[in-house]
């Protein structure tokens, strides 16, 4: 694993930016479900003791997003993802008259990374897209990927899941998936529908979230927060069901001026979404988004902590993976920081972190919040889809050595 200096991941320990991870530290519910992963997944387990001892002086150990395909059955308007899917590529080319000649990873490559990634102490995988549902290869990239020497955890939308035996809740259990993490983004089954577009989500969701715990999978419920949301009946009404009912974390991701969802500023979240959130948070409710305190170690209610570090996470707590072997590192920008096809995954995140726009702790939204970033980001997304080109931008692209200062 890569050491860092602290100030680059988690800010002044005296100021309490850091999460310090010892095994004498947890709650004795962490400890005994620490305790059930030792004896089910022991290489797993070794890899968080490692990640335990040393994540104070520096080591870093984020989730891989494994976007192995972008294909996806359903057509949000808030997806970050639209513009990586093989229906709007088709659309791109046709209409640019440029032709989208990028290597896809191979079956090999992807064995390699997950070696690679193994032995630099990741044990984090989500498959995600897109709808991993949707790959006719989904089983084959679990293997591959390994669930006795990563936890591999799985997005979904669950209409599949719901409607088809081969996916069943039973299936992905007995395939090793971990934890599954199903889109709901409301209680009420008219508004989830409308905002996911596709009549009948809303029930399969339901029909779904019950069968997870009792099949042995861990669950997160997925929530995208649009401005003024937190304050409803309908999202208390869903805290209290995740809560109190199926035993979920509810995982709130704040709508972004990304991807579909930028054509909808009015859905951009203010402070007093946020606080509301917190509010939540501070009462007791499994509700987490990556920029609060549930998201970290000590959490009780989640088995493996989600995440380890106070504020924005890129680099040091997230990354995509791309079907094209782009390592971006974060899941609503358009530029990567390496590519796994070229570099081993610790060379390519030693170098993310020592980029100043991501290494060093911060506690705003560098993709959300901050506008010089997300003018230069934007800026240079558009100019390089003008030239007909297909995001993301290749390192070298945005980010390039010059870059490398810290
Ligand atoms: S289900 Fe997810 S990946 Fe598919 S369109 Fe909706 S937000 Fe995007
Ligand atoms: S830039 Fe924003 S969305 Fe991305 S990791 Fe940081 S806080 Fe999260």
Redesign the pocket.
């Known amino acids: 694993m890569i050491y860092w200096s602290p100030q680059y991941i988690g800010g002044n320990m005296s100021k309490g930016h850091f999460v310090l991870d010892k095994l004498d530290q947890v709650s004795s519910l962490e400890q005994e479900k620490r305790d059930e992963l030792k004896n089910r997944k022991p290489r797993v387990y070794e890899k968080i003791r490692n990640f335990d001892a040393r994540a104070h002086l520096g080591f870093i150990s984020p989730i891989i997003r494994v976007c192995w395909d972008y294909t996806c059955n359903f057509v949000c308007d808030h997806c970050c993802a639209e513009e990586r899917m093989p229906r709007t590529i088709r659309k791109l080319v046709a209409k640019n008259g440029k032709a989208d000649n990028r290597y896809t990873m191979s079956y090999d490559d992807l064995a390699k990374f997950a070696s690679d990634a193994d032995e630099y102490g990741l044990y984090r995988m989500v498959l995600t897209g897109g709808e991993p549902t949707m790959w006719k290869d989904l089983f084959k990239v679990i293997e591959i990927l390994d669930p006795n020497r990563h936890l591999v955890i799985m997005d979904s939308n669950a209409l599949r899941i719901a409607d088809e035996e081969q996916f069943s809740v039973r299936a992905l259990a007995d395939a090793g998936v971990y934890k599954l993490q199903i889109s709901l983004d409301s209680f009420v089954e008219a508004e989830h529908d409308t905002f996911r577009k596709m009549p009948g989500s809303y029930q399969r969701v339901r029909k779904v979230l019950p069968q997870v715990i009792p099949a042995g999978m861990k669950l997160l419920v997925s929530t995208c927060l649009t401005a003024g949301r937190a304050s409803t009946q309908e999202f208390a009404d869903l805290n209290r069901y995740c809560t109190e009912e199926i035993g979920a974390m509810l995982y709130v991701t704040y709508a ?1 001026p990304t991807g579909s969802c930028a054509s909808h500023m009015d859905w951009m979240v203010t402070k007093a979404d946020t606080d509301k959130i917190r509010e939540f948070e501070a009462k007791g409710f499994n509700i987490t988004t ?2 609060t305190p549930s998201y970290m170690r000590q959490k009780d209610a989640g088995s493996v902590p989600l995440g380890h570090y106070d ?4 680099v040091k ?2 990354n995509n993976l791309e079907p094209w072997g782009d390592i971006v590192p ?4 358009d530029v990567a920081i390496g590519n796994v096809l070229q570099d081993p995954i610790a060379t390519i995140l030693d170098r993310g972190m020592r980029i100043k726009d991501l290494g060093p702790q911060r506690n705003d ?4 919040e901050d506008p010089e970033f997300m003018g230069r980001h934007n800026t240079a997304v558009a100019r390089w889809k003008i030239q007909g080109n297909q995001v993301p931008l290749p390192w070298g692209e945005f980010w390039t050595d010059k870059d490398v200062v810290l």
């Open positions: 972004k990556h920029m504020g924005c996470i890129t707590g997230i974060c899941p609503y920008m939204c560098l993709i959300g």
